[in-house]
Every structure is written in structure tokens, then in C-alpha cells.
């Protein structure tokens, strides 16, 4: 029998994952020998370049995929298939453009069979904390895309998981609804303790946002660097990803990882 979850077990873990494609032309091997560990109510960015592996390892904790070789464990026990403790926001929102914002958020609680009236009743004080109870009623095509997305955080939220998933959330927005979102959302995670995963081409948004980045090599990816990410300031708090920006250590953060990201440019 698994011991129980203590305070020292990880939200998240990953040990000695590998994950293998097979195909037409062969096989193709996404992820080699990655271990990471998450603790309950972490922030951690992961970025690297395109086709490294970053949003195959949210389908990894996530359950969608299963991996070729090693374990994937949440709160210490292995992740056999999709867990209602694990929320996923994608870059797109896939709202129903035919059903209400209320509608929309409590759809992931609709198909997890949970009690609609207590997820209504949560859906409505989610949209209305993120700044949307007066757009209850209506329908996607009259928000903003910055407004969309909070939707789609609140669908994702209503379902109370542990951990939420993002994987390039704000990549569709321009760049000012981009940094005001971004900012919005990881106080929100922060304020709702949850332990969150992010993953970005930004650098930026990663420093800003995380209170880690982790950085993967090219295909294969494996775990290339594991970067915390300090900011001074009264013990126990962290500045806003806005205010993070605008701070002494953000440029020799950012310098540092642009630097590791360039030796897998090719000329």
C-alpha cells in the first residue's frame, strides 16, 4: 500500500520519464531521462525551444499520455489516466461560442458529473472575483479575448483541482492584454494556492511569472537547467509579474536563460 501524501511528498513528480514516438518513419525519441519535482503550491515555468518536448510533459502529469519509461506521480502516487486534481488552460480558450460565459465555466464540472447548482453557485463567484459577473449571461463573441481567457481560467478553477496546467495561455493575446493577464493570473493562482506549471517561448513571462524555470535541451528534451527565481523584497512576498519587470534582478535572470536558449539556435 502507498504511504499517504505528507507535507515533504511533491505535488508533482517526474522520475527517469522517457517518451518515444513510433510512427511511419520510425521511431522518434520527445523526452529522455527527465526528472523534475514540484512542491505543493510551486510556481515553476518550463521553456525551451520548439519541438523540445514542453507541452508533451503537461500531457505526462496531465495523464493524456502515458510515458515509455519511468514515472509520473501525483502527491506520490502514479499518474494512470486524467485526475480531476489536474486542471489544463491551453493557449486557445474553446469556449462554446453557442453557450453562455456561466455555461462555459462550469462545462469541465458538467462532464465530471459534479453537483451543477454548487458548480454554478462557484462559477458565478469565479467569473465575478475575475472581474465578469456582469457578462454571465453572455456570449463569448461580445468579450475580449484578455476576458476570454479569464473564462476559461474560471472553467478550469471550478473544478477545484490541486494543480493547473498552462500551457502558452496568453500566446493568442497582443502584448499589452498579454502582460495585464499574465499578471491577473499568477495572482490568482498564488492567491487560490495552487501549484501551477507553465509553459512559454517567453522568457520573460517565465522570469516574471515563476518562482522557478526550468529549461529543456533540444529533442531529446531532457532537463538542461533549473533556475530559481529570487526577488528582493519584505520575506514572504513576491512582487507582481508587472512589478517583477521592472526590478533589478529580472535582466540578469532573463540574460542568464536567453543565454541557454541560444546555444540551441542553430546559424
Known amino acids: 500500500m502507498a504511504a499517504p501524501a505528507s507535507a515533504a511528498t511533491p505535488k508533482v513528480e517526474l522520475r ?15 523526452l529522455k531521462d527527465v526528472s523534475i519535482s514540484i512542491a505543493p503550491g510551486e510556481f515553476v515555468a518550463i521553456i525551451g525551444q520548439s519541438g523540445c ?7 505526462l502529469i496531465s495523464g493524456i499520455l502515458m510515458p515509455t519509461d519511468g514515472t509520473v506521480l501525483l502527491d506520490g502516487k502514479p499518474v494512470t489516466g486524467p485526475s480531476r486534481k489536474v486542471g489544463y488552460m491551453l493557449q486557445q480558450d474553446y469556449l462554446f461560442e453557442w453557450r453562455t460565459i456561466l455555461e462555459n465555466a462550469v462545462l469541465g464540472a458538467e462532464i465530471q458529473g459534479a453537483d451543477m447548482a454548487k458548480a454554478r453557485e462557484r462559477a458565478a463567484a469565479l467569473l465575478t472575483r475575475y472581474g465578469l ?23 478550469t478553477l471550478c ?6 496546467l498552462l500551457d502558452e495561455p496568453f500566446a493568442a493575446l497582443d502584448s499589452q492584454t498579454r502582460l495585464a493577464l499574465s499578471d491577473e493570473i499568477a495572482v490568482i493562482l498564488r492567491r ?5 506549471i ?34 528582493a523584497g519584505a520575506h514572504g512576498t513576491r512582487p507582481t509579474p508587472l512589478a517583477a519587470r521592472n526590478s533589478a534582478e529580472f535582466n540578469g535572470y532573463f540574460n542568464a536563460l536567453w543565454q541557454e536558449l541560444e546555444v540551441h539556435v542553430e546559424g
Request: proline share 3%; hydrophobic share 40%.
Open 53 to 59: 518536448g514542453k507541452s508533451t510533459l503537461l500531457s
Open 133 to 155: 459577473g456582469q457578462f454571465l449571461r453572455h456570449l463569448p463573441r461580445q468579450l475580449s479575448g484578455g476576458m476570454r481567457q479569464r473564462v476559461a481560467l474560471a472553467r
Open 192 to 196: 487560490e494556492k495552487k501549484t501551477a
Open 16 to 30: 527517469n520519464v522517457n517518451l518515444r514516438y513510433f510512427g511511419l518513419e520510425g521511431e522518434t525519441e520527445a
Open 198 to 231: 507553465l509553459v512559454t517561448h517567453d522568457i520573460g513571462e517565465a522570469v516574471s511569472m515563476a518562482e522557478r524555470v526550468i529549461v529543456l535541451s533540444r529533442r531529446p528534451g531532457r532537463v538542461k537547467s533549473d533556475h530559481a527565481i529570487r526577488f
Open 159 to 164: 473544478t477545484e483541482p490541486d494543480v493547473v
